[in-house]
């Protein structure tokens, strides 16, 4: 009887092994020695890997349709592209001026809140959009001449930032100086109390979302990439 079962057993195991032949031949797949051998079990296809750089900007939250379209125009359409934007210069916020200190001689940044704002139409058809800002120190007006979209950027008593050297002159005034409200609490610890990046911008895109974004990309993302 051990003998017709070791027969039996023999003939059975024989038999899965034609059978296993059979399919391998069929399905063209390598015979090893304890069946089929599938190299691609359990393994992506090639191509269903990517590389976090390669994120496109659009889909980031935060970001959205127009955003990126924005930043199509400063040629960034994914993270690494945003991440290699770099800034045109940076400024030294741990020490902002008096407004009482500003001069003609260097630029400088300040730092007060709008007291007054108001536009202007001049002779010749010329515009005029300004406002005082106000810190305990003084004042100083701020002007942009033929620039009346200006006005919808502002409010009284925002808290902005103004970077420039007054203009030649009795008032003491800052002629297009370059500017960014401050917003939140969260606002001050990224855009003052630091030395920040000033990046290169389009038209409708704020200083400060940008530099909001990376920094906040940076923060969360760059140790996911490493």
């Known amino acids: 009887s051990c003998q017709s079962f070791s027969n039996e057993s023999a003939s059975c195991v024989m038999g899965r092994r034609m059978e296993i032949k059979t399919f391998a031949e069929k399905s063209k797949k390598p015979l090893g020695p304890f069946g089929i051998l599938d190299y691609n079990l359990n393994v992506p296809e090639e191509g269903t890997l990517t590389n976090p750089l390669d994120r496109q ?88 001449w033929n620039l009346g979209y200006m006005a919808r950027y502002f409010k009284t008593g925002d808290d902005v930032l103004i970077y420039g050297k007054l203009s030649k002159g009795k008032t003491r005034a800052i002629d297009h100086p370059e500017t960014e409200i401050i917003e939140s609490e969260e606002d001050a610890t990224i855009h003052v109390n630091r030395i920040v990046p000033i990046y290169p911008l389009t038209e409708g895109l704020p200083q400060r979302w940008l530099r909001r974004l990376i920094f906040r990309l940076i923060k969360s993302d760059l140790e996911n990439i490493a």
Request: aromatic share 4%; with cysteine.
């Open 57 to 144: 900007l659009a889909d980031l939250p935060g970001v959205g349709a127009d955003r990126a379209s924005q930043l199509a125009r400063l040629k960034c359409h994914t993270l690494g592209d945003l991440f290699l934007h770099r800034p045109r210069r940076h400024e030294d916020r741990r020490n902002i001026r008096p407004i009482r200190d500003l001069s003609i001689e260097e630029a400088s940044l300040s730092r007060g809140r709008i007291a007054v704002m108001g536009s202007k139409r001049l002779r010749g058809g010329r515009t005029l959009f300004e406002f005082i800002l106000e810190d305990d120190s003084g004042t100083v007006t701020c002007r942009w």
